[in-house]
């Protein structure tokens, strides 16, 4: 048995390997790694480092992933962004399912009205697949300004938190220069809540006027088809935003995100502030209806043509 198998297939390991320091590796919080039921939980001790191999080349870590017998990777958010999404990219490449790891949330819908949980999300695949058909020729143009405004791909996929904390990739029409992700940090350095920037020098001219309409989120109706997501739901959570989210909070994480909902249809981009939008969101949650959702799907209308909140 290879080392690089061994990594992922023995029942606990405090330590993954401790490496010469060099130039070229960065230090990262001490893994432990528990193998259960064909699962790999991935907890973090925020008060030791370790050189590991396996971050420090996706490569290796995506070869330890295909090697083993793994269904599913369950990480600690307080792994931090960077190698949350290491670990999304390479479990993504290995056909494998990561999840974030959260305390548990009772009062989730599907738990308290599970015929009607089933009856909205067969309404939100049907809506979704006719919209798309409807939206098509839009979306169609929509895909030709991005792609001859500026150079770079026409869609934009970013890592998000979803049911029961499973990461996924959002679908979005790109608004931002190609090399956005690399100057995210210097932008936002500032921001206390949500990571949103009125003034970001990042977005093109094409993708402000989307944005302000809020036409660069229809692809989103593929995650709908796709089961990731719902007509009307709590934020989906990027993962710098997520990584904040106070503990007692986090069990929020375990729904599943909506295009639209009570933060998107009330306040928007006036309120960024992370525990408020968390507790909205839990409030939709824990009252949870058919009308409520109907509610906030007509309300949804007349935002986005007025460009409510939006930048």
């Known amino acids: 048995m290879t080392k690089s198998h061994l990594l992922l297939t023995t029942s606990r390991i405090s330590l993954l390997e401790t490496l010469e320091a060099d130039s070229g590796q960065r230090s990262i919080p001490n893994y432990t790694l528990k193998w259960k039921a064909r699962r790999l939980w991935v907890s973090c001790k925020l ?41 999304a990219e390479s479990c993504h490449q290995a056909n494998l399912q990561a999840f974030v790891r959260l305390p548990t949330l009772s009062k989730l819908p599907q738990k308290q009205w599970p015929l009607k949980w089933v009856l909205k999300r067969s309404s939100d695949w049907l809506v979704a697949a006719l919209l798309l058909l409807l939206l098509s020729p839009l979306m169609l143009i929509l895909g030709f300004l991005v792609r001859f405004t500026s150079s770079g791909p026409i869609f934009y996929r970013q890592w998000r ?4 904390g499973k990461l996924f990739q959002i679908i979005k029409f790109r608004t931002m220069k190609a090399d956005a992700e690399k100057l995210h940090n210097q932008v936002m350095a500032n921001q206390p809540g949500l990571h ?7 977005i093109t001219q094409i993708g402000r006027w989307m944005r302000k309409f809020s036409l660069d989120e229809l692809p989103q109706l593929l995650n709908v088809l796709r089961g990731e997501m719902s007509l009307v739901g709590p934020r989906p959570w990027a993962l710098y935003d997520a990584v904040r989210i106070e503990p007692e909070l986090q069990g929020r994480l375990n729904a599943v995100p909506g295009i639209t909902g009570a933060w998107q249809v009330t306040t928007r981009s006036h309120n960024c502030d992370l525990a408020s939008v968390n507790r909205m969101d839990l409030d939709y949650l824990h009252q949870w209806t058919f009308r409520k959702d109907l509610k906030f799907l007509l309300l949804t209308a007349p935002k986005v043509f007025t460009g409510f909140g939006a930048y």
């Open 47 to 87: 008060n030791e480092t370790v050189r590991v191999p396996a971050l420090k080349s996706k490569q290796w870590l995506q070869d330890c992933l295909n090697r083993s017998f793994i269904q599913a990777v369950y990480i600690d958010l307080s792994a931090g962004e960077a190698e949350l999404k290491q670990w």
């Open 161 to 164: 938190v979803g049911h029961r």
């Open 196 to 202: 949103k920037c009125k003034d970001d020098p990042r």
